[in-house]
């Protein structure tokens, strides 16, 4: 059973540093398939778009509520 739920079209705060992600900054999760969820990446010293993260990093970011 999956207790934290799906991030899909949810914007996350960071709660705890970890890789380039900073805590108290806010991301856009754009796909969560339960497994993996992907963050896009609005980090311009990447290549990248989107950032695939495991379930197991849900517990580093919280659902902002506005």
């Known amino acids: 059973m999956?207790?934290?739920g799906s991030f899909q079209?949810?914007?996350l705060k960071c709660?705890?540093?970890f890789a380039f992600f900073e805590k108290g900054h806010?991301?856009?999760c754009?796909?969560?398939t339960g497994e993996y969820f992907y963050?896009?990446?609005h980090n311009s010293s990447?290549?990248?778009n989107e950032i695939k993260l495991h379930k197991e990093c849900k517990t580093n970011f919280k659902q902002e509520q506005f």
Do not use: A, E, M
Request: contains cysteine; charged residues 25%; proline residues 5%.
């Open 39 to 41: 963050i896009w990446c």
């Open 30 to 32: 754009i796909y969560d």
């Open 46 to 48: 990447l290549p990248v």
């Open 9 to 11: 079209g949810k914007t």
């Open 26 to 28: 806010t991301y856009y």
């Open 15 to 17: 709660v705890k540093k």
């Open 2 to 4: 999956d207790l934290v």
